[in-house]
Nanobody, 123 residues
Framework: VQLVESGGGLVQPGGSLRLSCVAS????????IGWFRQAPGKEREEISC???????TYANSVKGRFTISRDNSENTVYLQMNSLKPEDTAVYYC??????????????????WGQGTQVTVSS
């Protein structure tokens, strides 16, 4: 099981980025995939999740600005981030729970993680 994130970078406030989470070793369609972020000095925050059981979930802090999606043919989950704010600056991770087939976002125990990708929102 491997997850690899990409797509981070430096963007101005109000800009957009699309993060990718490419899975290998398993088919991500059958498992909950979550996006998390951690800013310096802050706790890790779950910001979005996608699963077959309960669809898409978003943290209030990103609702209406971020969109999670999945491309099964590419075995990839995306996080489209629009209207970015300086407070979105963080390392972004994707994670999954491959111990539960058809797991829901609410019940998933995210034990497999990618290495993270840095997102910096600054003028």
């Amino acid at each position: 099981v491997q997850l690899v994130e990409s797509g981070g970078g430096l963007v101005q406030p109000g800009g957009s980025l699309r993060l990718s989470c490419v899975a290998s070793g398993f088919s991500l369609n059958y498992y909950a995939i979550g996006w998390f972020r951690q800013a310096p000095g802050k706790e890790r925050e779950e910001i979005s999740c996608i699963s077959l059981s309960d669809g898409r979930t978003y943290a209030n802090s990103v609702k209406g600005r971020f969109t999670i999606s999945r491309d099964n043919s590419e075995n990839t989950v995306y996080l489209q981030m629009n209207s970015l704010k300086p407070e979105d600056t963080a390392v972004y991770y994707c994670a999954t729970d491959t111990t539960q087939l058809y797991s829901s976002c609410s019940s998933a125990r995210f034990g497999s993680w990618g290495q993270g990708t840095q997102v910096t929102v600054s003028s």
